[in-house]
Antibody, heavy 123, light 108 residues
Framework: QITLKESGPTLVKPTQTLTLICTFS??????????VGWIRQPPGKALEWLAH???????RYSPSLKSRLTITKDTSKNQVVLTMINMDPGDTATYYC???????????????WGRGTLVSVSS | SYVLTQPPSVSVAPGKTARITCGGN??????VHWYQQKPGQAPVLVIY???DRPSGIPERFSGSNSGNTATLTISRVDAGDEADYYC???????????FGGGTKLTVL
């Protein structure tokens, strides 16, 4: 059974750096054809893809946020870490991590999601 | 970058069929995935690869994709289907994930 859980601060100040951890179980990030991604959702707004990492160390970032994001994985701990620098009140959102999968290594989708963690940015 | 367009809202009476569209340039050449999100909950995958259903998703949920429009169809709608629905594709040219803006399904 695959599970994912996000953890991190609930409140950060403007200009600070946000570090979120996704701790997962039920799969290995060394298995070909899988990945873990981060998606956020501001209150009352749509889902926004942020970044994902594949089993093979390859990583992808949203073009609009690429300069502020870093995604890393620790396969020994079954964790994926997302770092976002220079936080702004506009980054207030629920942040989700999700299991990324594709049977063909193309047309990827998120088949299982964590419950999300709400991060507020305010001084 | 690739853009997906969804209607902000769709309304349907109980027992009827709801159709939620997702528009994109030549989206028929891609594979579309759909997520259901109820208030206060994480999204749940309901359709992948245009028309496949994950285990546990009722047969009332189906999908199609052709030309510039993909469609999520929910038959025999009931109050439990009231939710936000998002389409998603993987843009092969950039290896990026793209979500649509979401559609709020209201059951009258």
């Amino acid at each position: 059974q695959i599970t994912l859980k996000e953890s991190g601060p609930t409140l950060v100040k403007p200009t600070q750096t946000l570090t979120l951890i996704c701790t997962f179980s039920g799969f290995s990030l060394t298995t070909p054809g899988v990945g873990v991604g981060w998606i956020r959702q501001p209150p009352g707004k749509a889902l926004e893809w942020l970044a994902h990492t594949y089993w093979d160390e390859d990583k992808r970032y949203s073009p609009s946020l690429k300069s502020r994001l870093t995604i890393t994985k620790d396969t020994s701990k079954n964790q994926v870490v997302l770092t976002m620098i220079n936080m702004d009140p506009g980054d207030t959102a629920t942040y989700y991590c999700a299991h990324l999968y594709s049977s063909s290594w193309t047309y990827w989708y998120f088949d299982l999601w964590g419950r999300g963690t709400l991060v507020s940015v305010s001084s | 970058s690739y853009v997906l367009t969804q209607p902000p809202s769709v309304s349907v009476a109980p027992g009827k069929t709801a159709r939620i569209t997702c528009g994109g340039n030549n989206i028929g050449s891609k594979r579309v995935h759909w997520y259901q999100q109820k208030p206060g909950q994480a999204p749940v995958l309901v359709i992948y690869y245009d028309s496949d259903r994950p285990s546990g998703i009722p047969e009332r949920f189906s999908g199609s994709n052709s030309g510039n429009t993909a469609t999520l169809t929910i038959s025999r709608v009931d109050a439990g289907d009231e939710a936000d629905y998002y389409c998603q594709v993987w843009d092969s040219s950039s290896d990026h994930v793209v979500f649509g803006g979401g559609t709020k399904l209201t059951v009258l």
